[in-house]
């Protein structure tokens, strides 16, 4: 299994989640995959089979997860719910990450630098992150440390922040 989500679809299949992902981020909602397609047909230039097979496709591979209503809640890394990882991007949006990894791993995502803002999980004191560069560029606490773990070990990556 591949361990970087994009390489879990295809080009097509990409276009479509990365417009639903910066949907929700610029938004700031949970994007919904009957009411708000009007606009992706158009801008992508798809049709409504070709949405169908995708849409079907990304939640098939755990690429989002939509819930009983057809609201995408999560799209990795992005949570439309409020969590306690708060990502701010370089450009100024703001947005919360699925977990703490992922907080981290937006800045990989979005191409650009980052600054996080969490919760520990173990003491529930807050933590601090900036990436600059693609490199951590300050933390806080400095005692901070990080578990992750390889991607590949799992088949639904959402469950398992």
């Known amino acids: 299994m591949e361990q970087n989500v994009h390489k879990k679809f295809t080009d097509r299949q990409n276009e479509l989640r990365l417009y639903i992902?910066?949907?929700?981020?610029?938004?700031g909602r949970a994007y919904h995959i009957e009411k708000d397609?009007?606009?992706?047909?158009?801008?992508?230039?798809?049709?409504?089979?070709?949405?169908?097979?995708?849409?079907?496709c990304l939640i098939g591979k755990d690429g989002m997860v939509a819930d009983e209503n057809g609201k995408v809640n999560f799209i990795y890394p992005v949570s439309a719910l409020k969590t306690n990882h708060q990502v701010t991007l370089e450009d100024g949006r703001q947005f919360s990450a699925m977990c703490a990894i992922d907080a981290i791993g937006a800045a990989f995502t979005f191409h650009q630098d980052t600054e996080v803002h969490s919760v520990s999980a173990v003491s529930g004191e807050p933590v601090y992150v900036r990436i600059r560069d693609g490199r951590v560029d300050e933390y806080e606490p400095k005692t901070l440390h990080a578990l992750t773990f390889p991607l590949g070990e799992l088949s639904n990556w959402a469950g398992s922040c």
């Not at 397609?37 to 079907?56: C, F, G, H, P, V």
Request: proline share 0%; aromatic share 8%; no cysteine.
């Open 21 to 27: 992902l910066e949907f929700t981020v610029n938004s």
């Open 37 to 56: 397609k009007a606009e992706a047909l158009e801008q992508l230039n798809m049709s409504e089979e070709e949405y169908r097979e995708i849409t079907d």
